[in-house]
């Protein structure tokens, strides 16, 4: 088997427009199809939808679902807020001081930029609660290649541990 993209990421929605118009109109998405059933197709359900779908780039598509006959969208109570988002990456830091520019004069609250080491990272809340990362690589190759040749022990370490490893710590002064 070999996977080549992620096909689609569904997330819900609490109103499809407005969300189609935030990704597309302020994000710079394409918003590419949208599909509308009063019956699930794998399920059989009787349950109207609008599924929306907008292309991240390079066909990585974000979609929606907007579902009227449900009860209001909720969070993990017990997941920190701060975990659950999707990120994208961004060519550079200037594109993303832009995009902050852009969502801060549509009145969106925009965290950051946040030092990451290897990847500075702006973050905000899209129409629906999600929280969104729009993130722009800086490490080198030779640094990539420091972390990736310490994974496998950092897991075995937090697997054992649960406690942060510290083959990385170079990271945070970077």
Known sequence: MSIRRIHHVAYRCRDAKETVYFYRDLLGMDFTLAIAEDTVPSTGEQDPYMHVFLDAGNENRLAFFELPNSPAMGKDANTPAWV???AFELDTLE???AKKATLEAAGIDVLGPVNHGIFDSIYFLDPNGHRIEFTVNKGTPEQMQQLADVAEEMLEEWSRTKKAPHHA????RL
């Open 84 to 86: 659950q988002h999707i």
């Open 95 to 97: 594109e993303q001081q």
């Open 169 to 172: 710590d170079w990271l945070h």
